[in-house]
């Protein structure tokens, strides 16, 4: 199975060349508002995420009986 790396960002043309042939896809833009939006929502689930995760490691640490009387 290949691993796939799916990104957002905002590439100069000499950006893309230095990325080379092995950056297969690149998507032109237009600033609009749309565009400003998706990346906000984009960062939102980023962060979400992150808390998450962040909950995740702190139930992990304290154990089944940490905390709990």
């Given at each position: 199975m ?5 990104a ?28 400003g ?12 995420l992150?808390?998450e995760?962040?909950?995740a ?5 304290q ?7």
């Open positions: 290949e691993d796939r790396v799916i957002i960002g905002l590439l100069t043309a000499r950006d893309l060349d230095r990325l080379g042939a092995g950056f297969s896809r690149a998507y032109p833009v237009d600033e609009t508002p749309c565009f939006e998706l990346l906000r929502a984009i960062d939102a689930a980023d962060r979400e992150w808390r995760r962040d909950e490691r702190l139930i992990a640490r154990g089944p009986l940490n905390g709990r009387r």
